[in-house]
């Protein structure tokens, strides 16, 4: 099986393809999109999902919708509405990651500084580099964060993952899973165990995947067996990714992840996130400003279209939770490795500019 690079491909004659993360790992099959609305729709429905990969999308989704109101004709001011409109729809796709929002503002800051320099299909083109841009930074960054948190694994023989934070959630590479992925290319192969993660079940579906096609030693665990092995010993260290850590350390991740921390806590293993700055929101002091997602009923009350509970039975489906930053042992960054207290470690490496 061949290794497997992006979920995301700007094709150059006008459209963004991506990989369908709704259907694996039985159907690997691609879509590509022409406008932001089948942008937006394709982040909420999740055939692209993981807090990069959102971000990267929405860039790709903001150029397409830009192209086509410059194709209307639309110039100006009326073209600059237009612009606003296609941010606003894209930030009302998902609440929780952050990266979709800095995505967004790093495009809106581009188009506020070249609308009236350039000519409006010339915008486009601008636009479109700097999605491109956010794409190739962000692999860049998972690189890093691979290279930087490989060292803490070093020595440890079984990881528990959690969600899917590899290639699929991100430009390529991955953020968690890319620290696994570096310990195999340093020569330190590691046991990944990687949780199921309902109701989505992005464990089963998309990290074993990978893992597969990685040649990563992968166990799958339904999400209840994590304590069972972390009594007997088999588990040497947690690492998971991150949908927004807050300015104290505080951080969403996948609902679960925060189940996994305080069995962590109580085994006395090491608890790591691995998230780019982009992660990182120090607009909020804590994780309890953090909005959380509730998702559709139906993603808990029923699976791949069966029903497994009963007509019309009350569902909880927050999809994400927040895991304070007292249990994460260190929030692995491409600018370096924060430890507690977070509320200064983490500013000093925002305010770092290399
Ligand atoms: O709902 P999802 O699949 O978008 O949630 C993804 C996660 O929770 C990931 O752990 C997180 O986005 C980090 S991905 C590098």
């Known amino acids: 099986m061949s290794a497997f690079t992006s979920p995301i491909e700007w094709i150059e004659r006008g459209a963004v393809r991506m990989l369908d993360q709704t259907v694996l790992p039985t159907i690997e099959r691609y879509h590509d999109y022409t406008d932001a609305e089948g942008v937006a729709a394709a982040i909420r429905t999740m055939v692209i999902r993981g807090a990069p990969a959102i971000g990267i999308a929405a860039a790709f989704g903001l150029a397409l919708g830009l192209r086509r109101a410059v194709e209307e004709d639309l110039r100006g001011a009326a073209l600059r509405a237009r612009f606003d409109e296609l941010c606003e729809m894209l930030a009302a796709t998902r609440p929780t990651a952050v990266n979709l929002f800095w995505a967004i503002e790093r495009m809106r800051r581009r188009f506020e500084a070249e609308a009236a320099r350039v000519s409006p299909s010339e915008l486009v083109e601008l636009l479109v580099d700097e999605a491109t841009a956010i794409h190739r930074e962000d692999v860049a960054c998972n690189r890093r964060i691979g290279a930087l948190g490989a060292p803490?694994?070093?020595?440890?023989?079984?990881?528990?993952?959690?969600?899917?934070?590899?290639?699929?959630?991100?430009?390529?590479?991955?953020?968690?899973?890319?620290?696994?992925?570096?310990?195999?290319?340093?020569?330190?192969?590691?046991?990944?165990?990687?949780?199921?993660?309902?109701?989505?079940?992005?464990?089963?579906?998309?990290?074993?995947?990978?893992?597969?096609?990685?040649?990563i030693d992968v166990r799958l665990l339904t999400d209840a067996m994590a304590g069972h092995f972390m009594a007997r010993g088999a588990i040497g260290a947690v690492i998971v990714g991150a949908d927004r850590v807050a300015a104290n350390g505080d951080t969403a991740n996948k609902i679960g992840t925060y189940t996994m921390a305080v069995l962590a806590h109580v085994h006395r293993l090491p608890f790591y996130v691995a998230a780019p700055i982009s992660t990182i929101d120090l607009s909020l002091a804590s994780g309890e400003l953090i909005p959380i997602e509730e998702r559709a009923a139906s993603e808990v009350s029923s699976c791949f279209g069966q029903p497994i509970a009963p007509e019309g039975v009350a569902v909880c489906n927050p999809a994400f939770d927040v895991t304070p930053g007292e249990l994460i042992a260190a929030i692995i960054t491409e600018r370096g490795v924060a430890r507690p207290p977070y509320d200064e470690s983490l500013a000093a490496l925002v305010a770092r500019t290399d």
Do not use: D, K, M
């Open 152 to 215: 803490l694994l070093h020595g440890v023989s079984s990881v528990l993952t959690h969600c899917n934070t590899g290639a699929l959630a991100t430009g390529g590479y991955g953020t968690a899973l890319g620290v696994i992925r570096r310990c195999y290319e340093e020569g330190h192969p590691i046991r990944v165990l990687a949780n199921e993660t309902r109701p989505f079940l992005q464990g089963a579906r998309l990290t074993a995947w990978e893992c597969q096609r990685e040649g």
